[in-house]
C-alpha cells in the first residue's frame, strides 16, 4: 500500500511564502515523476508544477518565476517553495506521484498516486 502525505499548507497574505512538502511511503520501488496539482472552488484541477525522476521541472504559466518544485529522492519527497502568493492561488493543493511497486517479470505499470490534499488560502 502507498501513501502520499502531504503538509505545509495554511493561510498567508498576498506576497508571503509558503512551503509544502508530500512524502511518499509504503511498498515502493521506485519513483517516476512527481507534481504538485490545484483545485479551486467550482474550477477544475490544473497543474501547477511537475519535477521528473531525473530533476527536470515544468511549470504553469501562472506560477512561473513564483513557485519552484524540487524532490528529494532518498527521502521520496517532493517539496514546492511557493513566494509572492496571490489570492488567486488560493486553492487545495494535492500531491501526485508515478510509482513503481515493484521491477522484473509480472510487474504491473507504473501507477498514478495522489495525496490527500492540503489548503492553501491567500488573503489580499
Known amino acids: 500500500q502507498v501513501q502520499l502525505v502531504e503538509s505545509g499548507g495554511g493561510l498567508v497574505q498576498a506576497g508571503g511564502s509558503l512551503r509544502l512538502s508530500c512524502r511518499a511511503s509504503?511498498?515502493?520501488?521506485?519513483?517516476?515523476?512527481m507534481g504538485w496539482y490545484r483545485q479551486a472552488p467550482g474550477k477544475q484541477r490544473e497543474l501547477v508544477a511537475g519535477i521528473t525522476s531525473g530533476g527536470r521541472t515544468n511549470y504553469a504559466d501562472s506560477v512561473k518565476g513564483r513557485f519552484t518544485i524540487s524532490r528529494d529522492n532518498a527521502k521520496n519527497t517532493v517539496y514546492l517553495q511557493m513566494n509572492s502568493l496571490k489570492p488567486e492561488d488560493t486553492a487545495v493543493y494535492y500531491c501526485n506521484a508515478d510509482i513503481y511497486l515493484c521491477s522484473g517479470y509480472g510487474c504491473p505499470p507504473s501507477g498514478d498516486f495522489w495525496g490527500q490534499g492540503t489548503q492553501v488560502t491567500v488573503s489580499s
Open positions: 509504503g511498498s515502493i520501488f521506485s519513483i517516476n515523476a
